[in-house]
Structure formats: structure tokens, C-alpha cells
């Protein structure tokens, strides 16, 4: 079944988390939802940045004496409305640092290294601000678009793990073609 096919009602608006402002969906549900299979589905049909971030699940929506969704009755969303990944700790050290990055960028307190930034909270902007975190801690510069291929923290690591090991390599005078092989 269609993950869209189990939500009875919807809203969607732009809430400010954290000083930055991600799209929240709160819904009225049947049995079955998940809430990374329907960020998947409205990813295959939506441009990324139409996509609601964060998802709270609702039991009924507040209404106004005229029968309309009273907005400002909604809930404040939490990190449990994130979209998370079975926690998993970083453990190496570019993954811890990776970890306190996004913690800090995307203001939430556990960050696995699974979880996928965009998924909790994470937009374009803030990939940015991450790249140059990124250059400060590890004096290298990839390109922003590194941050939608390699998403997850565990993802990212190796690859700047390569990319620290191809600029070592390249301060020594080795030659880097071969470090890949």
C-alpha cells in the first residue's frame, strides 16, 4: 500500500525549529504508517523542498468553532517527530565530529550515524553552513553537492576520510593515484 494511502487528513506548514524553518506535517493516520516510507513516496512525486521534514502524528486535529484546523492549537514539534534511523553511535573520530556538526546545525541532542541529514531537519542552507564547518575541522573544501550524495553521517566520514588521506598524500609528494588502488 501507498504510504499516502494511509493518511485521512493532513497539514502541512512552516514552523521555525531551532532559528531555522523546515515544513511539518501533521497527520491523521490508519495502522501501517512510516514515516520514511511516505518522505520517500512524496520524494518520488515532490521537489526535495516541498517535503515536510518532520512528521507528527495525530489521534484528531484541533478544530475552530467554525470547523476549520486551528493552527495555532497544532503541537510544538520534538525530536521524536524527526525521522531517525535505529540509533547507532559514531565511532570513529571523524564520525564524533561529524555528530557534533550536525547536532549543533540541526538541534537535536543524538544523532546516529544512519540517519539521514535531510531526514531530520536538514536543508540546504544548513548544508552549507555544514561544508564550511567541515573545512575549519578537516581543511578541506568539498563541494556542497557531496552533502545530498552522502547524507548520513557514516556516509560522509569516509568519504573525507579519503579525501584527508588523498591531501596527506598529497602534502608528502606521493603520488595520489596510487592511494586508491
Not at 553521517?153 to 596527506?168: H, V
Request: proline share 4%; net charge negative.
Amino acid at each position: 500500500m501507498d504510504q499516502k494511502d494511509t493518511i485521512n487528513q493532513s497539514v502541512v506548514l512552516v514552523k521555525e525549529r531551532s532559528g531555522h524553518k523546515s515544513l511539518v506535517a501533521y497527520v491523521v493516520v490508519q495502522d501501517g504508517f512510516d514515516k520514511d516510507t511516505l518522505r520517500d513516496d512524496l520524494k518520488s512525486s515532490l521537489p526535495e523542498y516541498m517535503v515536510p521534514q518532520l512528521y507528527v502524528e495525530m489521534d484528531s486535529f484541533p478544530l475552530t468553532p467554525n470547523g476549520k484546523v486551528d493552527k495555532k492549537a497544532l503541537p510544538e514539534v520534538s525530536g521524536s517527530d524527526l525521522i531517525t534511523q535505529a540509533y547507532v553511535a559514531p565511532n570513529t573520530e571523524i564520525e564524533h565530529q561529524l555528530a557534533d556538526i550536525w547536532k549543533q546545525l540541526l538541534a537535536v541532542e543524538q544523532i546516529g550515524i544512519h540517519d539521514n541529514f535531510f531526514s531530520i531537519g536538514g536543508h540546504s542552507l544548513l548544508a552549507i553552513q555544514m561544508i564550511s564547518m567541515i573545512k575549519s575541522i578537516f581543511h578541506i573544501e568539498p563541494p556542497v553537492k557531496i552533502i545530498f550524495t552522502y547524507s548520513t553521517i557514516e556516509q560522509l566520514a569516509k568519504f573525507i576520510d579519503i579525501l584527508t588521506s588523498r591531501q596527506e598524500n598529497i602534502e608528502n609528494g606521493e603520488d595520489v593515484e596510487t592511494t586508491y588502488l
